[in-house]
């Protein structure tokens, strides 16, 4: 059985399917900087593919936004901060997003 998310914090069966998809481009799932654009607040599908690629070796995350609608406080408290990932917050700029290896919006 697979659990289709929860409401408004998780989207588990999406998140199969970006995982899927960046593997099939990208040929893995490790040593990548993903930059994540728009609703970082509100995004649950965003939400559960960072708590899922945080599980790989050497992953950083670009997490671009306003800062209304930047990345809730428990993803960064709960699973980037205790793993060590490296993460940057930043406004949207075509500089930074040249820099990722995956974009997300």
């Known amino acids: ?11 588990p069966t999406q998140t ?11 040929g893995r799932l490790d040593n990548l900087t993903i930059g994540f654009c728009g609703d970082l607040k509100f995004g649950r599908t965003v939400h559960s593919l960072i708590k899922s690629l945080a599980r790989y070796d050497n992953v950083k995350f670009v997490l671009i936004s306003p800062e209304e609608l930047r ?35």
């Open 1 to 11: 059985m697979i659990n289709a998310g929860d409401g408004g914090h998780s989207h």
């Open 71 to 105: 990345v809730p406080d428990y993803i960064i408290n709960e699973v980037l901060e205790p793993r060590g990932i490296p993460f940057t917050l930043r406004p949207a700029t075509w500089k930074v997003l040249c820099r990722t290896s995956i974009f997300c919006t």
């Open 16 to 26: 199969l399917l970006d995982m899927m998809t960046i593997r099939r481009r990208k």
